[in-house]
């Protein structure tokens, strides 16, 4: 069982290149700083079955942010990290 977990995550890390970087700096505040006035939106204005969402949005946000990485922008091929010329 545990050769299948190993060849399971060189596969799907190494292949498709999950958890790579693909966050800048900028983005990374950015998302911070929108899934903390989410989050201040559902727990003071809504009052209904939507603050549960806007709780999930938020999450969603802020741990992007920590991580460093977007799955969805793993989909498309997008990077906002600035790459070091030389």
Same mark, same amino acid.
């Given at each position: 069982m545990l050769?299948?977990?190993?060849?399971? &995550?060189i596969? =799907?890390?190494?292949?498709?290149? @999950?958890?790579?970087?693909? #966050?800048?700096?900028?983005?990374? #505040? #950015?998302?911070? @700083?929108?899934? *903390?006035? =989410? #989050?201040? =939106? *559902?727990? +003071?204005?809504?009052?209904?079955?939507?603050? &549960? $969402?806007?709780?999930? =949005?938020a999450?969603? *946000?802020? /741990? +992007? *942010?920590?991580a460093? +990485?977007?799955?969805?922008w793993? /989909?498309?091929? $997008?990077? +906002? @990290?600035?790459?070091?010329?030389?």
């Amino acid at each position: 069982m545990l050769y299948m977990q190993h060849y399971f &995550y060189i596969f =799907v890390v190494n292949k498709f290149k @999950i958890m790579k970087k693909n #966050i800048g700096s900028i983005d990374k #505040i #950015i998302r911070f @700083i929108v899934g *903390a006035i =989410v #989050i201040w =939106v *559902a727990y +003071t204005q809504v009052t209904s079955p939507w603050n &549960y $969402v806007l709780y999930g =949005v938020a999450a969603l *946000a802020v /741990i +992007t *942010a920590f991580a460093g +990485t977007c799955p969805t922008w793993l /989909i498309f091929g $997008v990077n +906002t @990290i600035k790459s070091k010329k030389k």
